[in-house]
């Protein structure tokens, strides 16, 4: 599985693991901060929300284009110091009116500084695999890249979570998710009789008088959304722990940070400069630009993970898990689960009966550790929103070796599917993840009557129900997420990289700026049913697409 890959690889995914790591412990909380800071109803900060997404991912057009002029390797190491300075801003907890400059300027900040870093970053993986002795592990070389930057978004809901618990229960609360929404409802007098009285019990709950209740109102909202002040703070740590990746190990990459500009003009390079015809290079950004549209309905869907899906789990899900479930909210348990799958991998592939023995015992060790660790929690446990996120990296990590060995096998036989065609399965996968919670929200109440009803839900469904979601929906990210990336990188004319690269971030941003559409159907008194059969349509519609200009995209990315 990892052999015959390049070392700058492990270099370039470590710092990017890094900012990940940052990036996803900041997206966690991000929209439960705009509601808990400011009182932002649900499309208000789906719309901020979709907006700064758009932004992150549109910026690496930009970030691309100067590295193609630049060179691949400044752009990143500015983009890390610009982010660096976004998130500083956004961990720093002030009076309302002057937080909402500050932390636009931050978003800005943060926007820009991706959009130097991710691409590029990218691209520089792209370049060691031109070498003809790595080209065939390509595809291979970004799931294991793309497995190991979510090895960070997978540990960062559980940052966000224990930093916001830690803050907030030296104030003298805990969290409840109804509490934010109520308290602004309350300061602003738009409160109904009954989300009155669901709040004076709350307040009971915390400690708080029912005599003062403005009182408790600004005491929580200022605890709670301090709190997410200081979660955001743990991006800023991330970051210096990237740059120290990045530049402490360079001598490995180092022959991979050159664009085809700078190539030209060098004696010695392993980038190879492909000399493409006009027609060529229009087949070549024709068949990306139809692959483009495909995925802007991807991204529209599964961005929803930090936006309504977070809805959903604040709202609609049991507050508690007990059981197995359990174990699905233990960061180390999963870890342990998530290192066990890939000894398990080596207890069969390794070339040694001594490796294999070895590889055979620390898989049981480690399944040892987690079932320790699961007869050790408490049952049931209490559960937060945020802590969903988690899980699809987590599927992520543990999936990644298994995408593999299927298409490995698929490979040897002659019959892995195209890059397209893994992009058009993901479109489908996506659309049953969906339809999971098309039939788990038939029973309930639409958030327009939740809303109407003090918040809280009559009716909680199981945490299997999005449990499930997340995973189906990683299938579908595998399909296409990685292999996407792969795809950019192969396909796009030498010197367009940086701007091909940027260009898939481009239509990526507009996905994600499009999850506001779903935020703003939210509350419209739409079935809640309905809602998620929207993203249903719209993955089935762009898989039916792609097939149907399948046999054009083969043809014209034949030769790469």
Known sequence: MFKGHPKGLYALALANTGERFGYYTMLAIFVLFLQA????????????????????????LIGGMLADRFGYGKMVRTGIIVMFLGYLLLAVPMATATAKVTMFSALALIAIGTGLFKGNLQVMVGNLYDEAKYSAFRDNGFSLFYMAINIGSMFAPMAATKVTDLFLGKAGYTYVPQIPSLAHQYLDGTISTDALSSFEALAVQQGGNVSDLAGFANSYIDALSGAYNYGFGVACISLILSMAIYLGFRKWYKHADVNAKQAKTMEHTTVHVEELSKEQTRERITALVMVFAVVIFFWMSFQQAGLCLTYFARDYTASEASGFTRIGFNIWALALIAISIYTLFGAFQSETKRNKLICG?????????????????????????????????????????????????????????????????????????FLILVVCSFPLASPAELKAQGGVSSTLVSPNWLISTYLVLTFAELLLSPIGISFVTKVAPPKYKGMMMGLWFCVTAIGNYLTSVIARIWGTGMPLWMVWGVLVVLCLLSAVF??????RLEKATSGC
């Open 37 to 60: 800071k400011f009182g932002y109803n649900e499309a208000q900060a789906g719309n901020i929300y979709g907006i700064f997404l758009g932004c992150v991912y549109f910026m690496p």
């Open 361 to 433: 015992i620390v898989t049981l060790v480690l399944w040892a550790g987690a079932a320790v660790l699961y007869l050790g929690m408490p049952n049931p446990i209490n559960i937060l929103p945020q802590q969903f996120q988690q899980f699809n990296p987590f599927f992520v990590v543990a999936l990644t070796p298994v995408s593999m060995a299927v298409f490995g096998a698929l490979a040897k036989k002659g019959k892995e599917p195209s890059s397209p065609r893994k992009i058009g399965m993901g479109m489908i996968v996506a659309a049953l993840g």
């Open 546 to 551: 792609i097939f149907s200009i399948m046999k």
